[in-house]
Every structure is written in structure tokens, then in C-alpha cells.
Nanobody
């Protein structure tokens, strides 16, 4: 079992950058696939990015491809989301999630453990 805790959210102007961190407690963090999702007000939670347990494979939503980078440091039990060239439409609460199944997934229902979320606000 892991418990993700997000940090690094904040307010930034369009074109700026932020790096989100997700520290996950638990001795088996390195065996979990990890993902980032986001939820804008009044909208459904959507997939942003995912990374396999080893960090060898990454996946991105088309809307963030080329701008966001997911990475992980298993020695620190942490996964990151580097967000560049931010746009107002990136404004949302960002959630970190862990999936124990070794198969990669982009569906929120496939993830087992969730953080509380961190707010990202991008102004124009």
C-alpha cells in the first residue's frame, strides 16, 4: 500500500512552468505504476500522464504532449510532473495516483491509491 501526497502547485502566468511532486509512503513504491490526472471545475477527472514502475515507459494525453514530462525517482519514493508552456486550460486540481497492477493504464478507475490533489492555476 502507498499513500501519495502531492505538492508544488500554485499560480503562474501563461507560458510559465511548474513542477509537481508526489511523495508516496510505503516500502513498495517502486513496484507501482504511477499517474497524474487533473480535474477542472465542473468537469470530469482526466488523464494527464503515466509512468511504469521502472520509469522505462511514459504516456501522455495529447493535450500535454511535448509540454509536460513525467519522471520518477524510486530511491526517493517520488514521481514528478514537469509542466512547461502552461496554458490557461491547464488550470485544474492535479492528482497523483498509484496502480498496483503491472499493466499500464490511463483510466482513473484502474488506479488504487490517490492523493488529495494540488491546485494549478494558469492566468492569461
Amino acid at each position: 500500500q502507498v499513500q501519495p501526497v502531492e505538492s508544488g502547485g500554485g499560480s503562474v502566468q501563461a507560458g510559465g512552468s511548474l513542477r509537481l511532486s508526489c511523495a508516496a509512503s510505503g516500502r513498495t513504491f517502486s513496484s507501482y505504476n504511477m499517474g497524474w490526472f487533473r480535474q477542472a471545475p465542473g468537469k470530469e477527472r482526466k488523464f494527464v500522464a503515466a509512468i511504469t514502475w521502472s520509469g522505462g515507459n511514459t504516456y501522455y494525453a495529447d493535450s500535454v504532449k511535448g509540454r509536460f514530462t513525467i519522471s520518477r525517482d524510486n530511491a526517493k519514493n517520488t514521481v514528478y510532473l514537469q509542466m512547461n508552456s502552461l496554458k490557461p486550460e491547464d488550470t485544474a486540481v492535479y492528482y497523483c495516483a498509484a496502480r498496483s497492477d503491472p499493466r499500464i493504464s490511463i483510466w482513473s478507475s484502474d488506479f488504487d491509491y490517490w492523493g488529495q490533489g494540488t491546485q494549478v492555476t494558469v492566468s492569461s
